[in-house]
């Protein structure tokens, strides 16, 4: 069976920030470089991407399916081709159309999300997702993370998303004595695959091939495709991942370097035992091995292959915990420009040109930098995110002040509209709002009616009859006795007037008479009577006959 061969390409291209020396803080400002970042990418489209994609072309067209390669695209990559390099987007279109490239899903704005809020790390994955979909009419199901940055955290928030496979570092301090050239699996998640990057035969290409200090120096086709073969017998995958800027840019044409990739799949396929795959196709043939143990995070930056690179000083933390925590006022406010902006300020760039390593990795921090110390980095981004943060605090408080004034109009009608089942009191409700001109609650107020008036006559006639009925509808119903005893006192002359002595005792010694009543049969004229006593003294002193209760005590 023959060995595989990946080739992954990063496609990335940073946004330059304006600087903010000269502006004031909390005037809205653009926060990039508008010639800066045409100029760039229209240098790099014209050195790299252009003449790459149509080497691309002619390969795929030689070797047809023999020949595959995958790329992630960033959004903001995306975003500028639309902007600056239409010709860029369409030349990856038409490699799309081919079928022999696979586009990979990352973080839409190359952030360090899965390092701080696995939230907004969902939301710009799925957001990733679509645009891939929308310009390549492609769904991707292999996952790429920002710098390969990866740990059995953040695989198994990937495998629960419902991808499979993963691309990351093969790093020496987790693999020990393991080989890279092999897929394993999250410990966490089995089910997620996992590629690593041979960072040794990457490097050759991507930093070492113009360096004429290098004893293997000038690197050829037929020489690299040795090195290929020579990997042990039993290693099965060659990953080579690398930015995609490597050629052409990083590495000028006049370093020998689109002649040595055109040249490298005739040598692949002629003097190895190599078939190229796409990282998604190499995952369905090959089994994981084993589970790889990564506790911490690392990436493909730097000696140390972790997150140094981009979290490894204080300039560096205190600007991306600024940053991030601006998340839940960012989500509140719910403005998709203001959203925007946040997600390009989480661009990973920003971070690493705060830096301050030295020596070889010091090296590369250097050529990609566009600020002259790591100090004036931070500062520049610290007044922009200064800037962006009392933006944010604005609309925050706009925002809070208008639903506060919805919420309790929108509340009162509610509450207004659950409780008014007539027509006729709704209509009326509306005409007192606009012809006063006051508040919903204030017009309801003055419809309201009152409670005392409902109700009236049916307890009435219960009372007249008979002192048992009394009874009972005291018991379920206090308050419209109330109402009967308070309203007319007539029909309760009747009724005294038949059994004067439970009335002489209720309204001459208020509670003590009372309660022998309750013993008997007058527990409901307990409750009425406690409740409104008034009423009831009224009626005693209208009528004589209370002293003849004596005789019937006895």
């Known amino acids: 069976m023959k060995k595989t061969l990946c080739l992954y390409f990063q496609v990335h291209q940073p946004l330059r920030l304006r600087s903010y020396r000269f502006f004031d803080i909390g005037v809205k400002q653009d926060y990039y470089d508008e010639f800066a970042n045409r100029s760039i990418m229209q240098k790099v489209a014209n050195r790299c991407y252009l003449p790459m994609n149509k080497i691309l072309l002619e390969l795929m067209a030689t070797h047809g399916d023999a020949f595959q390669v995958s790329f992630s695209i960033t959004g903001t990559a995306i975003e500028q081709f639309e902007k600056y390099a239409p010709e860029v987007l369409e030349s990856f279109k038409a490699l799309a159309k081919i079928g022999c490239v696979e586009f990979l899903s990352e973080t839409y704005s190359h952030s360090l999300a899965s390092l701080k809020n696995f939230n907004e790390f969902e939301e710009q994955i799925i957001l990733h997702r679509a645009l891939i979909k929308k310009h390549f009419k492609q769904t991707p199901a292999v996952f790429r993370n920002t710098e390969l940055i990866y740990s059995d955290e953040i695989g198994a928030k990937i495998a629960d998303m419902g991808y499979s496979v993963m691309l990351t570092e093969g790093a020496r301090h987790v693999l020990g004595w393991k080989s890279p050239n092999y897929i394993y699996s999250n410990p966490e998640r089995p089910d997620l695959k996992l590629l690593l990057k041979n960072y040794r035969l990457s490097d050759d290409i991507a930093f070492r091939f113009s360096d004429r200090g290098w004893n293997e120096w000038p690197l050829t086709a037929e020489k690299y495709v040795g090195w290929l073969d020579n990997i042990a017998a039993k290693d099965e995958i060659v ?316």
């Open 239 to 554: 990953n080579l991942f690398m930015d995609y800027e490597t050629f052409g840019e990083h590495q000028p044409a006049e370093t020998g370097i689109f002649a040595f990739f055109r040249h490298l799949p005739e040598q692949v396929f002629t003097h190895s035992k190599f078939e190229f795959l796409t990282p998604g196709k190499a995952a369905k043939k090959h089994r994981a091995i084993a589970p790889l143990h990564v506790p911490y995070p690392i990436s493909w930056a730097d000696e140390e292959r972790d997150v140094s690179a981009w979290l490894g000083n204080e300039l560096q933390n205190e600007a991306v915990d600024k940053l991030y925590r601006l998340t839940e006022k960012i989500k509140q406010v719910n403005d998709k420009n203001l959203l925007h902006e946040f997600r390009c300020l989480q661009a990973s760039d920003n971070f690493y040109y705060m830096c301050t390593k030295f020596f070889s990795d010091g090296a590369v921090h250097k050529y990609f930098n566009p600020y002259s110390t790591p100090y004036e980095a931070f500062l520049n981004y610290m007044n922009v995110l200064s800037d962006f943060t009392i933006r944010v605090n604005n609309h925050v408080e706009k925002s809070n002040t208008k639903q506060r004034k919805v919420s309790k109009k929108s509340l009162t009608l509610q509450e207004i509209l659950i409780n008014t089942n007539s027509k006729l009191v709704k209509e009326k409700l509306k005409k007192t709002i606009m012809s006063k001109r006051i508040s919903p609650l204030a017009a309801a107020l003055e419809l309201e009616p009152k409670p005392a008036a409902k109700k009236a006559a049916p307890a009435k006639k219960v009372v007249a009859k008979k002192a048992a009925p009394v009874k009972k509808a005291a018991t379920k119903k206090a308050a419209p006795a109330k109402k009967v005893v308070a309203k007319k006192a007539a029909p309760a002359k009747k009724v005294v007037a038949k059994k004067a002595a439970p009335a002489k005792k209720v309204v001459a010694k208020k509670a003590a008479p009372a309660k022998k009543v309750v013993a008997k049969k007058a527990a409901p004229a307990k409750k009425v009577v406690v409740k409104k006593a008034a009423p009831a003294k009224k009626v005693a002193a209208k009528k004589a006959p209370v002293k003849k209760a004596a005789p019937k005590k006895k």
